[in-house]
């Protein structure tokens, strides 16, 4: 696991995660609220890359930094 965070932290961690099925339930929480992000915009261009940069990684880019800003 990588991350940020004490000793204690990292335990809590493995242990709220040590159970497969609440892992499962976790990354299909995370995928659904990641289409819902990416259903609220979507720009189509002749190309395909510019797609996916646009689409894709500027939106978590995005998040990743409202994320850091609010600590």
């Not at 892992?23 to 890359?49: H, M, R, S």
């Amino acid at each position: 696991m990588l991350g940020e965070g004490n000793r204690e932290e990292g335990r809590r961690i493995r242990v709220k995660y040590s159970d497969l099925k609440r892992v499962d339930a976790v990354y299909t929480d995370l995928a659904a609220y990641w289409k819902q992000k990416y259903a609220a915009l979507q720009i189509q261009t002749p190309n395909e890359g510019m797609n996916t940069l646009i689409n894709t990684w500027t939106l978590y880019q995005s998040e990743i930094n409202v994320m850091f800003e609010g600590r």
